[in-house]
């Protein structure tokens, strides 16, 4: 079955350090793949889009790497601040026309 | 340009009753998507509409049912509620047919009791 998993505990990081956070997908062909932020009780906002044909997209102290082969693409935020805590959802468009979300991951950085 | 707005932001009904969700995209953009977010399913797709036509659908049962108008508004509709159908319901629009970014509005918290 088709499948996209994030990881499933909250993460939790120092300020100032890296957070890399995982989206993993079984049975899935995405034309390309969307990570977004969601806050408690608000919409996701759209962080980044790579596409099949990307390695890597940066975006200020951001940046997704996508492996098709490993049909893996991981978010990295770099000097994190306590402000960047919230729960990351990754989604990928497949050929049918949907947007499907991973569950998320909660990221809490600490001063 | 205003983001994307969602009215009411809660409700509270109750079971066997139905609920009209509104959301009114920004302004422009012809594509709303309209997505079911509860603790143990996440975020999932209901359906989408593209200048009043349903182009795509989500695995939900008939009781889910939506509607765009000419101005690009779209309600969204649940009969027979469950007490399963508590959640978040989120809209999204996109200005473009390929859909790349999605511009979720603030969404409307149900309660069914």
């Known amino acids: 079955s088709q499948k996209i998993e994030q990881n499933s505990e909250a993460l939790n990081i120092q300020e100032g350090k890296t957070a890399t956070l995982t989206c993993n997908y079984t049975?899935?062909?995405?034309?390309?793949l969307q990570w977004y932020r969601q806050d408690p009780g608000r919409g996701p906002v759209f962080l980044l889009l790579i596409r099949e044909n990307e390695k890597e997209k940066r975006k200020e102290r951001l940046k997704v790497t996508f492996d098709t082969t490993l049909k893996q693409s991981l978010f990295h935020i770099t000097a994190s601040q306590p402000a960047d805590s919230a729960t990351y959802l990754c989604a990928l468009w497949n050929q049918g026309g949907k947007l499907i979300f991973g569950q998320g991951t909660e990221l809490s950085v600490k001063p | 340009k205003a983001g994307v707005t969602q009215t009411p932001r809660y409700l509270i009904k109750t079971r066997g009753q139905q609920v009209t969700l509104s959301c009114s995209p920004i302004?422009?953009?012809?594509?709303v998507s309209w997505y079911q977010q509860t603790p143990g399913q996440g975020l999932q797709f209901l359906f989408e509409?593209?200048?009043?036509?349903?182009?795509n659908k989500g695995n939900f049962p008939g009781r889910f049912s939506g509607r765009q108008f000419s101005n690009s508004r779209s309600e969204m509709n649940v009969s027979t509620l469950e007490l399963g159908d508590s959640a978040l319901y989120l809209c999204a629009s996109t200005s473009d047919r390929a859909q790349e970014t999605q511009y979720f509005g603030p969404g409307t918290r149900l309660l069914v009791l």
């Open positions: 049975n899935y062909s995405p034309a390309y």
């Open positions: 302004s422009g953009h012809r594509s």
């Open positions: 509409y593209f200048s009043e036509t349903q182009r």
